[in-house]
C-alpha cells in the first residue's frame, strides 16, 4: 500500500475543497491514487448531497452583477447563516450571478440543466451537488432573473451585506451620472419599502377585489361603521384602496429621502429628469430578499451537533 503524505493531502484538499480528514481517507481508500481519490470524494459528496436534501435551506445570499446593458439577479440558499459568510460559499453564488447573466434559460429546471460555464464538464446542478460536498450543508439555486435595457440603464443595490438584493431598470434618452445615482437612490427604496408594483396601472384587477374584500369585512365588523349608509361605505372602501395602493405603488410612495417627507418617488424622478435634461421612465424592478416564503425550521443547533459526535 503507498504512503500517504502530508503533501498528498494538502493538494487534493487544494484540488477539492474537502476537509482534511475527508481527503486522508479518500487517498487510503484509492491506495494513494489521486485521480480516484477526486472521484471518491465527489461519490461521497453526492452521498453527502442526498443526505442532507430534507435539510431546509432558508438561509443564504442573494446577489447581482451588472454588465453594460444587461444585470442578472440569484438566490442560492444555505441551512445555516454561518455558511452564508463562508468565503467559498460567496465565490460560488458570484458565479452563479455570472452564470444567469449569460444563460437562455426560461425556469430554474433549465438554467440547473445547462453547462456550468466554469467547469463545461459538469451541469449547474452538478456544481451545485459539489459545493454541497465541500461545504457539508444542503444548498439550493433558488431562483434567477435576468434584465436587459438596451434604451438606458440597469443599477443594482445589495443591502445587509445580501440579505436583499434589487435591480432596477429604466428607459432613459440621457443616461447622466446624475440619472444613475437616482436610480440607485429608487434602488434602496425598493429594498426597504418592498412595493408590490411599479405604478398604479400595473396593478391587477385581483388583487384590487381581493383587497376590496377584506375592507369591506372590517367595515361590516366595525359596528360603528357597518351602521353607515352603503354609499357612504363605498366611498370608504374607495379611500381605503387609494391609500393602500400609494404604499404598493413605489411611483406613489413616498420618497424615503424627501426633505419634506411628502414628495413621492415618482415626483422626485420627474425633478431629476428635469435637471439632468433626459426623459426618464423606471421599466423593471426586481427584489429578492433571502428566505421569504421559506417556512424555516427550528432546530436545537447544539442537540444536533451532540447527535453527529454521538
Keep these: 500500500m503507498a504512503a500517504i503524505t502530508a503533501k498528498m493531502v494538502k493538494d487534493l484538499r487544494e484540488e477539492t475543497g474537502a476537509g482534511m480528514m475527508e481527503c486522508k481517507k479518500a487517498l487510503t481508500e484509492t491506495d494513494g491514487d489521486m485521480d480516484a481519490a477526486v472521484e471518491f470524494l465527489r461519490k461521497n459528496g453526492q452521498a453527502k448531497a442526498e443526505k442532507r436534501a430534507n435539510k431546509v435551506a432558508a438561509e443564504g445570499l442573494c446577489a447581482t452583477l451588472v454588465e453594460g446593458n444587461t444585470a442578472s439577479i440569484v438566490e442560492v440558499n444555505s441551512e445555516t447563516d454561518f455558511v452564508a459568510k463562508n468565503e467559498t460559499f460567496q465565490e460560488f453564488v458570484a458565479d452563479v450571478a455570472a452564470q444567469a447573466l449569460h444563460t437562455d434559460a426560461a425556469d430554474i429546471d433549465a438554467f440547473l440543466a445547462e453547462k456550468w460555464e466554469k467547469d463545461a464538464s459538469k451541469t449547474v446542478k452538478e456544481a451545485l451537488v459539489d459545493k454541497i460536498a465541500v461545504i457539508g450543508e444542503n444548498l439550493t439555486i433558488r431562483r434567477f432573473k435576468k434584465l436587459t435595457q438596451t434604451e438606458g440603464a440597469i443599477v443594482s443595490y445589495i443591502h445587509g451585506g445580501g440579505r436583499i438584493a434589487v435591480l432596477v431598470s429604466a428607459k432613459a434618452s440621457n443616461v447622466t451620472d446624475g440619472v444613475k ?28 377585489d381581493h383587497e376590496t374584500e377584506i375592507i369591506r369585512a372590517q367595515i361590516e365588523n366595525n359596528e360603528k361603521e357597518a351602521s353607515k349608509p352603503e354609499k357612504v361605505k363605498e366611498g370608504m372602501i374607495k379611500g381605503r384602496i ?21 414628495q413621492t418617488v415618482g415626483k422626485y424622478l420627474e425633478a431629476v429628469a428635469k435637471a439632468e435634461n433626459t426623459t426618464l421612465e423606471i421599466a423593471d424592478v426586481v427584489r429578492f430578499e433571502t428566505g421569504e416564503g421559506i417556512e424555516k425550521v427550528e432546530e436545537d443547533f447544539a442537540a444536533e451537533v451532540a447527535a453527529q459526535l454521538k
Design 181 to 208: 445615482e437616482a436610480l440607485t437612490n429608487v434602488a434602496m427604496q425598493v429594498a426597504a419599502m418592498n412595493p408590490k408594483y411599479i405604478r398604479d396601472s400595473d396593478v391587477d384587477q385581483e388583487y384590487i
Design 242 to 262: 387609494s391609500k393602500e395602493l400609494k404604499e404598493v405603488c413605489l411611483l406613489d410612495q413616498v420618497y424615503v429621502k424627501a426633505e419634506d417627507g411628502k
